[in-house]
Nanobody, 124 residues
Framework: QVQLVESGGGLVQAGGSLRLSCAAS????????SGWFRQALGKEREFVAA????????YYADSVKGRFTISRDKTKNTVYLQMNSLKPEDTAVYYC?????????????????WGQGTQVTVSS
């Protein structure tokens, strides 16, 4: 099973930017679809963004489209989430996840491996 470690979270003012990283162990990760999900306090986990194993196909939640960008660096076995124009409603724990397949998905149930999460707090 792939081991995932997120980093890059923190406290930022509204309108600011953060870049989350998800470093993975395991050769299979480089060809596996990956996604970012988030869970705010008292709310259910929700989809944020996903990228195919090839890196060509990406999906975004409507709430982050145009502000967030998901990408991957196969040489570093890492997936990134660049978050710009952050809003207080983006505050949540952000989780990285990986599938066993190359096709990107937006449903959390399609992902097998999960990281421990990284906190993102956006102040108004």
């Amino acid at each position: 099973q792939v081991q995932l470690v997120e980093s890059g979270g923190g406290l930022v003012q509204a309108g600011g930017s953060l870049r989350l990283s998800c470093a993975a162990s395991g050769r299979a990760f480089s060809s596996s679809a990956s996604g970012w999900f988030r869970q705010a306090l008292g709310k259910e986990r929700e989809f944020v963004a996903a990228i195919s194993g090839s890196g060509v196909i990406t999906y975004y939640a409507d709430s982050v489209k145009g502000r967030f960008t998901i990408s991957r660096d196969k040489t570093k076995n890492t997936v990134y989430l660049q978050m710009n124009s952050l809003k207080p409603e983006d505050t949540a724990v952000y989780y990285c996840a990986a599938r066993e397949f190359a096709i990107a998905a937006t449903d959390a149930y399609d992902y097998k491996s999960w990281g421990q999460g990284t906190q993102v707090t956006v102040s108004s």
